[in-house]
């Protein structure tokens, strides 16, 4: 069964300091990955995948992860964070069946 | 604009009752998702749907069932609620058979059951 952690249940950054939310996976094949994001009180929105195509992967609103198969790790990066991206964000993979198994989730707060 | 929505977006139902989630999407995709969020196990899958009279059973499958009938709606019923079903409920649909394809979200239903 495949299946991702998250590290860090809430991650705390100053306004233009790095953002960095951590994301591990098992998977006994090639995973396919995905970011996702979610402002309060609304759905997910697709941030970003990995696909096997490149290791590093650009998404939206300037965030990037990059995909270590040594490390087993898809880990979120934004160079310098914005008020605006406070919001929980969440690490998924996909199955067979085309669902996504989440990860627990990071909740990022920006602060002034 | 093509679009996913969930119906009631808020709800407070009494133990044993019997509630459906709706849930119309306008993308004409082939499959639908229904899951549940909870602090600290993220969002888990109860059911999907691949299409047309196609329903399968997710992770957390016991105490719920859909039905799919057309592509656009996937309603999910709660048999009779219970206090453990408290939680936010979410929708989602892709459009292809590929793993790598792009869910897409509703906004979610808030369910409270006292």
């Known amino acids: 069964a495949q299946s991702v952690t998250q590290l860090g249940s809430h991650v705390s950054v100053s306004e233009g300091a790095l953002v960095l939310l951590r994301c591990n996976y098992s998977?006994?094949?090639?995973?396919?990955l995905f970011w996702y994001v979610q402002y309060p009180n609304q759905g997910l929105q697709l941030l970003l995948k990995y696909t096997s195509a490149a290791t590093l992967v650009k998404g939206i609103n300037g965030f990037e992860a990059e995909f270590k198969k040594s490390e087993t790790s898809f880990h979120l990066t934004k160079p310098s964070a914005h008020m605006s991206d406070a919001a929980e964000y969440f690490c998924?993979?996909?199955?067979?069946?085309?669902?996504?198994?989440f990860g627990s989730g990071t909740q990022l707060t920006v602060l002034p | 604009d093509a679009e996913i929505t969930q119906s009631p977006r808020h709800k407070i139902t009494e133990t044993g009752r019997q509630v459906t989630l709706a849930c119309h999407q306008t993308?004409?995709?082939?499959?639908m998702f229904w899951y549940r969020q909870d602090l600290g196990h993220g969002l888990r899958l109860i059911h999907y749907s691949y299409g047309v009279q196609d329903t399968n059973k997710g992770e957390v499958s016991d105490g719920y069932s859909v039905s799919r009938s057309n592509t656009e709606d996937l309603p999910l019923t709660l048999e009779s609620a219970a206090s453990s079903q408290t939680s936010v409920y979410f929708c989602?649909?892709?459009?292809?058979?590929?793993?790598?394809?792009?869910?897409?979200f509703g906004q979610g239903t808030r369910l409270t059951v006292v």
């Open positions: 998977s006994s094949v090639p995973p396919y």
């Open positions: 993308w004409n995709h082939n499959n």
């Open positions: 998924a993979v996909a199955g067979s069946a085309r669902q996504l198994t």
């Open positions: 989602a649909s892709s459009e292809s058979r590929v793993q790598d394809t792009e869910a897409f």
